[in-house]
DNA sequence: GATGAATGAGCATTCATTCAT
DNA sequence: TATGAATGAATGCTCATTCAT
């Protein structure tokens, strides 16, 4: 089972390496991604109103002017930074739980975890608290996220129950289409606690991931494997 | 068991009965309400900085100025609409459940449909959209709303759970303090869909809102009342 | 000689006499009095533009609506102040020097006093500084200005002089065309330092009206008086 | 003696020469001056509060943006407009006088010339009309030109008429603390002459500066010179 | 390419003025 | 008459965008 590179992760910040000789040597390739970094932060931080283009291109040490050298307006590159971190990387995912050979309920559990490497705790899961604040100013792209994002994952958790109800370890009186949702709304949450009203409440709101994601899991695998009646 | 009046609601909207009419009506009292409401919508559907003063004024069925005569600010505004909306119900809330007499996991599913009638289902959902885009950008309100909604509201649901537990009805390994976001996930998760990205792809996004529940609190219960080791 | 009533004085501020019986009783004639009392402080202390209408009317124990009742706007309101404390005096003034018996020099010095007691001392001195202010922006009342005042006081003054000179009290080689300034210029100087400077830097600037104009009267009569070739 | 440069002049206005022209031009060592001799002159011309700044942009020949460039804001403008026009320059006069070898007459004199040559003829006369005008509105920038101009030109004159008083050629029982009002009192009216009520009725109070301090200098003179007993 | 000075449309806010009560 | 809620033109200021260097 392959560990693929976590998405929306860029190894360095620009500036960090005072390494080579004389000052504002920089690759050009790599500024579009330093300038998508560097707004996909303060994007997350303020909302895409209240960031200002100049604190983008600030933040990715190069000028105002550069910025808009590489995208032509700041709504272009807000969906830039949307579309630079939903690689579509579902396909490899589909094929890893097709391959996948334990239990539903180990699967489960991995799914969570994975979600969590590769996207709850990378810069990733910023795109998530970014299209909850702006859908609504960008429907465009939310049929965007909607189709690459919401879709596919929807579907890759569905058909993880479905295989769960059909083995005979879930509930067979499983609500799996509404179900789905009890595995995406803890993932939703962590984010918000994580980029929102978390991110300013540090010591009473501050939730602890790793406990977080054991608790949502067990919860969800004893809901799903629960075959009794329901009171 | 008293059913309070849903908060967040308010009656009518100015402007929608043509019939008196007639401009420069004077309406002191009523002001200050019909401006707040408009002004929930609005931070709701665009954002606090994307929306315009004027906007709020004419959704509210008044001019420009109006609103500044209610509202020092903009910011004041926001705060307004914030506090108006967050009304200290917990009291309130927490005697219903003290005289509770059913199960704990009855409980669980009346507190689910009691959230969605009162709060969920009404315009003050809203405000939970709001912190969650705003949070950053309003740090004062977010320890505002961490203080009045977050920590009684938490506080509420884990006693809840510590009331099955305790009663043997739930899980005696359920970590009871982190358990409390599987009941809060949910709802954050429904007031999302229906203000943000539910909001644009109405199609292939759109959620039952009572079904959801059912799924939500069906998962919940089996979850909680699951004695089985878990796989 | 009769001491003429000064202008630009009235007896009371509205609202300090809580005598008569039931609140806002007030004498309607009062009120544009009242409301030219309150504009011309305001307008001295801040000047025109600066000036909220809404200031003067609390000022003048008023609501808003009530001014625009006597004064169709801020600009005739400012004209009326203006208009109101400079009650064309001079007749009287002209006569009474006309029948003046003592020397030149007695003359200077009493018109000096006099001005002092009957412009500089009391709220009609706020209007020079008024005017000094707001010339450019009013030219209609400037003209006004050096019509009913500058002209007739400079003419007045200059007859003294003339007279001086004539009587051989004074220089012979005076220009009492310009020398006029000489009598001028202290009096528009303590006003200003009166109602502008000397309003905020109390301790340094703080001019004594009565030793100031001793001085200048002083050096003025020692000027005017001096026969001897200028060094 | 060295007449040093008169202050508050600069060369040219921008946009005065049509030739180069094209917009954009890029002149950020130029545009503070710029920006500062327009906002002075229609600060002097209109007061504080009725210029608005796109005005003072447009007279600077650049826009209402650019201003804020420069300046955070209006009323920052303004008090860098009070201050560029106040550089100390008494440490040089008073050691202009200090060296002065003629008699105290001449002195005097020669104190009023220069201060027409430096100040009063030059755009700086303006910061003096506005002080007057605007003191009370700027209590803090009131006590700054307190300190910076009252104070020390104050003291300048009293030295030169304290060392006439010493040397027997001024009257023995001046009041010299006082005396000194007599000095100033015609710079400041003929300042006013010139900015306010002079600027608007041309004809009738036009006054000829050198006439006039011709006249006050005479008077001032032959005032302080005169040791007979004072009618 | 890269910069940052310059621009000006856009928005928050003020306040003279109106007018229903 | 008197009031003060309501209005909207005017103005300070911001910031995405342009473009001369």
């Known amino acids: 089972m392959s560990l693929s590179k976590p ?26 991604g330093e300038l998508l970094d560097a707004a996909l932060d303060l994007f997350v931080e303020k ?3 209240a960031t200002r283009s100049e604190e983008v291109a600030a933040r990715a040490g190069v ?32 094929q890893e739980f097709e391959e996948y050979q334990g239990t539903s309920a180990e699967m489960v559990r991995y ?8 996207i709850g705790a990378t810069r990733a899961s910023g795109i998530t608290k970014l299209m909850m604040s702006e859908a609504r100013n960008f429907p465009e792209l939310a049929a965007f996220y909607q189709q690459e994002v919401i879709r596919p994952g929807t579907q890759l958790i569905r058909r993880i129950l479905q295989r769960g109800v059909e083995s005979g ?5 499983l609500d ?28 009473d709101f501050a939730v602890d991931p790793q ?15 629960n075959r009794e009646p329901l009171p």
Request: aromatic share 12%.
């Open 63 to 94: 000028s105002k002017g550069t910025l808009f050298l590489y995208f032509p307006s700041k709504e272009e590159l807000f969906k830039a930074v949307v579309r630079e971190n939903i690689s579509g990387r579902f396909d490899e995912w589909n």
């Open 7 to 32: 998405i929306g992760e860029r190894s360095e910040r620009p500036g960090d390496d005072a390494g080579s000789a004389g000052k504002r040597e920089r690759r050009k390739e790599a500024r579009p």
């Open 111 to 118: 799914c969570i975890q994975v979600w969590w490497d590769r």
């Open 211 to 225: 406990r977080y994601l054991q608790a949502q899991a067990d919860m969800l695998v004893a809901g799903l494997c």
């Open 47 to 49: 909302g895409f109103a």
């Open 169 to 173: 370890e879930f509930r067979p009186n």
């Open 176 to 203: 799996v289409d509404y179900s789905v949702y009890s595995v995406i709304a803890p993932m939703i949450f962590l984010i918000m606690a994580k980029h929102s009203l978390g991110a300013c409440v540090p010591e």
